[in-house]
């Protein structure tokens, strides 16, 4: 046979097979470190176990009066430490290994879930908002706004939501490597779908990396369907 018979092929990552026209912008993946240092916050945990091992060293230090006692009070803690950064360096891993995002020309589609895999669809229309977190290193957290009264469930979207927003979940595309790249053509794809002069679609929206990882901004100006914030 002269055809090709996987051309036909659905793509996994999304819910069915491309209506003739519409076209894949961009396809990835969250980056699987970055995931555990901020959303699995083995950050914190880190510096838990640091200071506690710092505390632990200079008391057995301070009780005895001998130095070699620090390094053996500090030994017991290793163990559990090391546990703890292997469980959360495993589901960071798991988690982004199992997520796709899609940004075709006239939808987001969010394809999660480690256990029950589950694909969110979302057509450019049903999106009034679009907000790019850059976090460091290339990587930014892409929220999205969903217009109209459909709500989502937070823990179903979770770690793939805007953190804190427990009434009304709005989708987030989490650690995504070179963000800004991907923003931009997000924001192009919304603007076009709005019907809005592309000029409009060079705004996009940044906020300054957050050590803190707060998740409430200050003050915010709509631009399009874009959103500037300022903190």
């Known amino acids: 046979m002269s055809h090709d018979d996987y051309a036909a092929e659905p793509d996994p990552s999304l819910p069915g097979q491309l209506p003739a026209g519409e076209s894949i912008l961009w396809q990835g993946k969250p980056d699987w470190l970055n995931l555990a240092w901020r959303v699995y916050h083995l950050r914190e945990v880190t510096i838990y176990f640091g200071i506690l091992m710092i505390w632990r060293g200079f008391s057995a230090w301070w009780e005895t009066g001998v130095l070699a006692q620090a390094p053996l009070a500090v030994?017991?803690?290793?163990?559990?430490?090391?546990?703890?950064?292997?469980?959360l360096g495993l589901m960071a891993w798991l988690n982004a290994r199992t997520t796709v995002y899609t940004i075709t020309d006239n939808?987001?589609?969010?394809?999660?879930?480690v256990a029950l895999p589950t694909t969110f669809n979302l057509p450019f229309s049903a999106i009034g908002a679009a907000e790019l977190r850059e976090t460091g290193h290339g990587c930014g957290d892409i929220g999205v706004t969903l217009s109209g009264n459909d709500k989502l469930a937070y823990l179903m979207l979770w770690p793939h939501a805007r953190p804190w927003r427990l009434m009304k979940p709005d989708p987030m595309l989490?650690?995504?490597?070179?963000?800004?790249?991907?923003?931009?053509?997000l924001s192009i794809g919304l603007h076009k779908a709005s019907g809005q002069s592309?000029?409009?679609?060079?705004?996009?929206?940044?906020?300054?990396?957050?050590?803190?990882?707060q998740s409430e901004d200050k003050s915010a100006e709509s631009v399009g369907s874009l959103t500037t914030v300022s903190r």
């Open 198 to 213: 592309a000029a409009l679609a060079q705004a996009i929206s940044h906020a300054q990396p957050d050590s803190r990882n």
């Open 174 to 185: 989490r650690c995504v490597p070179e963000a800004a790249k991907v923003a931009q053509m």
């Open 107 to 113: 939808r987001l589609v969010l394809k999660i879930g």
């Open 75 to 87: 030994t017991p803690l290793l163990v559990p430490a090391a546990l703890c950064a292997l469980i």
